[in-house]
């Protein structure tokens, strides 16, 4: 069997890695394409997958996200033809979905925000399945088309799958110089590029005037971004964040990934995101496990006590045999050649 991977953000490399180690366990050969964004393909080539670069992202304008959708689908298409693909997988890739439809290949979707309404009515409609989290009510699902057919509902977060056989590595403490007896803090910009994020945070600057001085590591989303981070310790590469997250004492962010990493992780994390509420992050408020931050004043940074282990680790060959649901499941891994 030929299984088609595509990634198009930084976090799909973390989602998609242990999946892709569960098809190849099966029998599978996976064929990976990956966007040049963020830090897309240095974390690919940091977790040992052998992607081809195709495309880049077109800026955060609805018109350039059209421009970039045609652009990079059509590159795809050309790639992909005449390599016999069984399924094509992505996770919130339009690019994936649109070039495997053009190419009558089945494929199938994951999300775990159910608001990038643009983002999933391409998806939903053209995909075979879609894979989500089972706090996520059908119902907001529908009008997208993601029919109860569709529908792979997952227990937990993506998180707990992903980061399943994950172990801190202390390394990551050298690399940016921290200081591991004294409190760290975590924090990820607000992803200014995406079309379900289009607000002004003054609270996101005023968290930042009040870590400034700390040891404080920032993790950009965009060269932009960079140049306002005079005075923090900023990563000039990609690096661990698992590790650097699971050694942290507090975890600040505007966006999605990192933060139920942290929750994952068992690290104090508070949300700034302005947005629409997603379902996940709803429940994670509600049982306490994630804070929405409100007032810059709230932040206190302090070493946090050494408590039991809270994470919960998830089979990841549950979301592999989902997202193959289109063609049989896992097992029809091995039951088909190239």
């Given amino acids: 069997m030929r299984v088609w991977v595509d990634l198009t953000n930084s976090p799909h490399v973390l989602v998609l890695r242990p999946i892709i180690r569960a098809l190849e366990r099966e029998g599978a050969e996976v064929l990976v394409t990956a966007r040049d ?16 670069a195709i495309g880049h992202h077109r800026g955060g304008r609805l018109a350039a996200k059209g421009l970039g959708l045609l652009s990079r689908s059509t590159a795809l298409v050309r790639w992909a033809r005449g390599r016999r693909i069984d399924v094509a997988i992505g996770h ?34 053209l995909a075979k399945a879609v894979v989500v989290p089972d706090v996520i009510p059908p119902e907001r699902l529908e009008p997208y088309g993601a029919t109860a057919a569709k529908l792979r509902r997952y227990e937990g977060l993506k998180e707990e799958y992903y980061l ?53 590591v920032v993790l950009p989303r965009t060269p932009e971004q ?20 699971a050694y942290a004492d507090l975890v ?17 994390v508070w949300t700034t995101f302005e947005g629409r509420m997603g379902a996940v992050d709803e429940a994670l408020i509600a049982d306490g496990r994630l804070r929405r931050l409100e007032r810059a004043a709230d932040v206190a940074l302090e070493k946090r006590a050494a408590g039991a282990d809270v994470r919960r680790r998830r089979d990841p060959g549950i979301l592999a045999d989902m997202l193959l649901s289109p063609i049989g499941g896992l097992r029809a891994a091995g039951a088909r050649h190239p």
């Fill in 226 to 245: 960079r140049t306002e981070l005079d005075g923090f310790i900023v990563p000039d590469r990609a690096i661990d964040a698992q590790s650097l997250i």
């Fill in 252 to 268: 600040i962010s505007a966006g999605g990934t990192m933060n139920r990493e942290a929750v994952a992780l068992g690290t104090p």
């Fill in 37 to 52: 964004f963020a830090q897309t393909l240095d974390l690919a080539e940091r977790h040992g997958l052998d992607a081809e």
């Fill in 92 to 125: 919130g890739s339009n690019d994936v979905t649109v070039a495997a439809a053009l190419l009558r290949i089945p494929s199938a979707t994951a999300f775990d925000y159910e608001w990038a309404k643009v983002q999933h009515t391409v998806n939903c409609r």
């Fill in 164 to 216: 399943a056989d994950f172990e801190p590595d202390p390394a990551v403490l050298g690399e940016l110089e921290l200081d591991p007896d004294r409190p760290i803090a975590v924090v990820r910009t607000p992803p200014a590029v995406s079309l379900y994020h289009r607000f002004e945070n003054p609270l996101f600057g005023q968290v930042l005037d009040r870590l400034r001085g700390e040891q404080t």
